[in-house]
Each structure stands twice: as structure tokens, then as C-alpha cells.
């Protein structure tokens, strides 16, 4: 497929390029994306103001096995401030309160006794300041590292939907 330059260059972009985002991201884990080659705005009659390129995209068979409404509410938060900390991103108190409104809604549907102790804050305090995710920002992370993420946070009892 043909797209305008700087959105092939989005759909590509690895992590630390400018360009990198939750379009990046969520592409790169639904696809296996290439680009093929620059098409030239002389190349078209009229010429158009921006430059061109081809981009394959192939799908991934069969998808990651992770729940995409939860993905993309992570991703989302994440990118907000790509640049940010993990820690300063997620400790900003609207997003503790939707956290914990989360962590409450999918106990009840579970029908599980909330731990008490357990409180979003708390959980992004201990998953953040781990060795691991200390210090790192989304622009920098991985399509592994967001999976792991997801993956820890989930297991702490902590959903983005």
C-alpha cells in the first residue's frame, strides 16, 4: 500500500525515533510491517505536496493472545506522555482514580474480595520502581516490554479496562 511519507515512516518507527507512538506500537503488534521503497512527488502528474512511500503489511497468524481493549487503554496512557517516566505517567491522580475504579469493577465481576491493602498507587509504586521499569519512558520501550508490562500489572490486579 502507498502512504504519505511521514505516516509510513510512523507505521515503521522503532523505539527512540521520534516518530514512534501508539500507532507504531499497535501496528507493530497486529503486523509485520516493511517499507519497499520511496515514490517521488514528480511522479505524479500533478504533483502532490508531500512525498510517498510503499509499506507491506503483513498480519500476524495468529494475533498475540492479549486482550486488546486492555492494550490499547495502556498504550494510550503511556503515549499521553511518551517522554515522561512509566511512574510520572501513571501517578497522576485522574489516572489513580480510573485505576482504582478499574480494579474495583473487574473484582465484582470476578467476584473477588478487593485486597484492601491493594491500591493502584500502590501497585504502580511497586511495578515501577522494580529494577526493571525503573526509569523508563514509553518512547523507549519495546513491543516485548509493553507485553511484560501489561502482563505485570495484570497479575497485580491492575486493568486499563
Known sequence: MMFQEEFALRLTARPGESLY???????????????????????????????????????RNPPPPVNFTEWDGMVRLLFNRKNKTLRAVLLTKTTIKMLDDNMRTHAALENKMLD??????????????????????????????????????????????
Open 21 to 59: 507512538c501508539r500507532l507504531s506500537v499497535n501496528t507493530q503488534l497486529l503486523a509485520k510491517v516493511d517499507q519497499l521503497m520511496k515514490v517521488g512527488k514528480n511522479n505524479f502528474r500533478p504533483p502532490p505536496k508531500v512525498e510517498s512511500r510503499v509499506v507491506r503489511i503483513e498480519l
Open 116 to 161: 484492601s491493602d491493594a491500591t493502584a498507587a500502590q501497585i504502580i509504586e511497586d511495578v515501577c520502581g522494580s529494577e526493571k521499569w525503573a526509569g523508563k519512558r514509553a518512547s523507549k520501550l519495546d513491543l516485548d516490554d509493553f507485553l511484560d508490562l501489561l502482563a505485570e500489572f495484570n497479575k497485580r490486579g491492575l486493568h486499563f479496562a
